[in-house]
């Protein structure tokens, strides 16, 4: 049974950091890509940042690229996405996401077959 729980949301000043958490359950993910994805009220989920689990190559959506950076800790099967300068239009919930690494587009949420419960994060001015 794959499980991924996030951890680490909250409410921040603009400007303000924080890290966000994906530990990761019940299956290898070493051939898989794990994606963090966000969803704002009255929205689409829209990808955020993925890193690939084996060789750690990371890729990011335009609107965070220089202000959020994802990583991972293989011994403790967990994800981060560190998120700094916040903005308040980075207030959303925050999923994790696991797909496996076969050649897809990997910023899209059809190709991701586990998903966490979501983050909130809020960002006020």
């Known amino acids: 049974q794959v499980q991924l729980v996030e951890s680490g949301g909250g409410s921040v000043q603009v400007g303000g950091s924080l890290r966000l958490s994906c530990a990761a359950s019940?299956?290898?993910?070493?051939?898989?890509?794990m994606g963090w994805f966000r969803q704002a009220p009255g929205k689409e989920r829209e990808f955020v940042a993925g890193i690939s689990w084996s060789v750690g190559d990371t890729f990011y959506a335009d609107s965070v690229k220089g202000r959020f950076t994802v990583s991972m800790d293989n011994a403790k099967n967990t994800v981060y996405l560190q998120m700094d300068s916040l903005k308040p239009e980075d207030t959303a919930v925050y999923y994790c996401a696991a797909a496996l690494r076969n050649g897809g587009n990997y910023r899209a949420e059809r190709v991701y077959n586990y998903w966490g419960q979501g983050t909130q994060v809020t960002v006020s001015s």
């Open positions: 019940g299956h290898t993910f070493s051939r898989y890509i």
